[in-house]
């Protein structure tokens, strides 16, 4: 299994968001994890397509826009303008949840859909086809620095089960990402429960030295 570490910037100094994305890739992240807040569908504001451009020209590392916004579709062509590589929706923001996945295909982005902590995952069931990623939330959409939510492991299984069915169907991969309240000390039961790509904010952002973190689960994950 290949695993991939996508620290979160939202809890990264926002008035040095160039150097902390470099920094933290230089440390060993894969991922620059980015989420966006409109303080409508989620209750906080953060970061939008300006942002993303800003940032860009920091990593060559893919950015993973995590849209918490609704509506979901007009802002996704800004995203793909600004150097987006793969984009997530939460299903319930949007309108029709084919059109919008097929709007990101279509911006030449890696789609995907964000189920929070009690959404089910049957809103996968006719988009298999059209999807790269599927994010389960461990938390409650809105802040970093929450508390980890245990019951989205069972998700994960259950995630891990049709992400495998589907590969073996059709060959094609699809990553199963996670993303709030993880840490070192949780982090190798998310990959027994079939998680590959795991966020982390304030885990990584929140200690003085980024590469001892990831190092510490990079080990968590060879155990
Ligand atoms: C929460 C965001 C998360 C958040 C994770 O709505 O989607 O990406 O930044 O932060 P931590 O890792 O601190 O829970
Ligand atoms: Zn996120």
Same mark, same amino acid.
């Given at each position: 299994?290949?695993?991939?570490?996508?620290?979160?910037?939202?809890?990264?100094?926002?008035?040095?968001? #160039?150097?902390?994305?470099? /920094?933290?890739?230089?440390?060993?992240?894969?991922?620059?994890?980015? *989420? +966006?807040?409109?303080?409508?569908?989620?209750?906080?504001?953060?970061?939008?397509?300006? +942002?993303?451009?800003a940032?860009r020209?920091?990593?060559?590392?893919?950015?993973?826009?995590?849209?918490?916004?609704?509506?979901?579709?007009?802002?996704?062509? *800004?995203?793909?303008?600004?150097g &987006?590589?793969?984009?997530?929706?939460?299903?319930?923001?949007?309108?029709?949840?084919? $059109?919008?996945?097929?709007?990101?295909?279509?911006?030449?982005?890696?789609?995907?859909?964000v189920?929070?902590?009690?959404?089910?995952?049957?809103?996968?069931?006719?988009?298999?086809?059209?999807?790269?990623?599927?994010?389960?939330?461990?938390? /409650?959409?809105?802040?970093?620095?929450?508390?980890?939510?245990?019951?989205?492991?069972?998700? &994960? $299984?259950?995630?891990?089960?049709?992400?495998?069915?589907?590969? &073996?169907?059709?060959? $094609?991969?699809?990553?199963?990402e996670?993303?709030? #309240?993880?840490? +070192?000390? /949780?982090?190798?039961?998310?990959?027994?429960?079939? +998680?590959?790509?795991?966020v982390? #904010?304030?885990?990584?952002?929140?200690?003085?030295?980024?590469?001892?973190?990831? *190092?510490?689960?990079?080990?968590?994950?060879?155990?």
């Open positions: 299994m290949t695993y991939r570490i996508a620290p979160s910037i939202l809890s990264a100094d926002f008035a040095r968001l #160039g150097e902390e994305v470099k /920094n933290v890739i230089a440390a060993g992240a894969d991922i620059i994890h980015f *989420d +966006v807040m409109d303080n409508h569908y989620v209750p906080n504001l953060t970061i939008g397509p300006l +942002v993303c451009d940032i020209p920091w990593t060559d590392a893919p950015i993973d826009v995590h849209l918490m916004v609704k509506p979901v579709d007009r802002i996704i062509p *800004d995203f793909a303008k600004a &987006a590589n793969i984009i997530t929706f939460h299903p319930e923001a949007s309108e029709h949840i084919d $059109r919008s996945l097929g709007l990101i295909k279509e911006s030449g982005c890696k789609a995907g859909l189920f929070n902590p009690a959404t089910p995952l049957h809103y996968l069931d006719y988009v298999m086809d059209k999807i790269d990623m599927i994010l389960l939330m461990s938390v /409650n959409p809105g802040y970093g620095g929450q508390s980890f939510i245990a019951e989205t492991l069972v998700k &994960a $299984r259950q995630a891990r089960a049709l992400i495998d069915a589907y590969t &073996a169907k059709t060959g $094609r991969e699809i990553w199963l996670i993303d709030g #309240g993880v840490k +070192v000390d /949780n982090i190798a039961a998310c990959a027994a429960a079939g +998680v590959d790509t795991f982390a #904010g304030s885990a990584i952002y929140g200690q003085p030295d980024y590469k001892t973190v990831i *190092d510490q689960m990079r080990a968590e994950l060879a155990k």
